[in-house]
């Protein structure tokens, strides 16, 4: 015979009851059981609000200004991704970012209309802060290091796609890197000092693994085929070129104190110049939205 459970006695408390009672808890005393979704939007509508930009006008029945901020968005982000890396860039940045905090504000306007001037300033700078800090800037550092990469050199800004893979790269293309510090020589000494600092390199990559390197006064060859030497490059020596590296000759700022001499100099860029992949960064679009990219 079943036993049927009787109307009198409740179901027994699960294990996880007593978290419901801490939230209860922390709601009474933080002021939380008082605030309540604004009248007539869903919790899919609000949390959906809170993401998209311009949204918020739309729930709110301010469809027009609305489409007007969701419109200009998408203009200011085309604006940061065609330019990036130039000053207009930041400013189409500054500008989405605030659209989106005016979104908010907006937003959790009933829950302000009463607060004191003093509250809802510092309601905007929080939402700033916690938006630019915990959103925006998070999701620019991945696009400019997972993806795009914008190196100023000289006066042109070069975009560099950071997802090409290194086993794309033959002799020829131009490629992005990374340099580590290191010196060379004792300044205290004749011949002094170099001290290259941590940085990007950028450049063609003049040989590959295998390639034979040799170097005269005015000349330098890869595999017998004699170029003209570079700024900076030994007046003697050969060598070969390690499995898994490149030659490059990147294009760097010199600043120069004391009486360094010249072989010095050579050394500390020829130290530079061969390049494992463990520091390849990507390889530069060739155009960029319909514009040349300028590399020297």
């Known amino acids: ?59 709110c029945k301010e469809r027009l200004i609305g489409r007007a901020i969701l419109a200009g968005y998408g203009l200011l982000a085309l604006v940061f991704i065609v330019w990036l890396g130039y000053p207009v860039a930041n400013v189409a940045f500054g500008l989405m970012l605030s659209a989106h905090v005016t979104s908010i504000i907006f937003l959790l306007n009933p829950w302000l209309a009463e607060a004191r001037f003093a509250f809802r300033i510092a309601t905007g700078l929080i939402l700033l802060l916690v938006v630019g800090g915990g959103l925006y800037a998070p999701l620019r550092n991945t696009l400019q290091t997972k993806y795009l990469m914008p190196l100023r050199i000289k006066e042109n800004v070069v975009i560099v796609r950071t997802f090409s893979s290194p086993r794309t790269i033959h002799r020829g293309d131009w490629i992005a890197c990374s340099l580590d510090s290191h010196s060379v020589g004792d300044a205290h000494r004749e011949g002094g000092a170099v001290w290259a600092q941590t940085g990007y390199g950028f450049g063609p990559v003049l040989a590959v693994a295998g390639d ?67 520091q390849f960064i990507g390889k530069p679009f060739k155009r960029w939205f319909g514009r040349r990219q300028i590399f020297l």
């Open 1 to 59: 015979m079943n036993r049927m459970a009787s109307p009198y006695y409740p179901p027994r408390a699960r294990w996880y009851s007593p978290l419901f009672g801490i939230w209860q808890t922390l709601q009474r005393r933080m002021g939380l059981d008082r605030l309540h979704l604004p009248e007539g939007i869903p919790v899919t509508a609000f949390i959906a609000s809170l993401l998209v930009p311009g949204l918020a006008f739309i729930v």
């Open 212 to 278: 034979r390197i040799r170097f005269t006064p005015q000349t330098f060859a890869i595999n017998g085929v004699v170029q003209k030497s570079l700024p900076h490059m030994p007046v003697a020596g050969e060598f070969v070129v390690a499995e898994k590296h490149w030659f490059l000759w990147p294009e760097i700022v010199i600043s120069g104190y004391g009486n360094t001499t010249e072989a010095t100099i050579a050394s500390a860029m020829l130290q530079l110049a061969t390049v494992p992949e463990t």
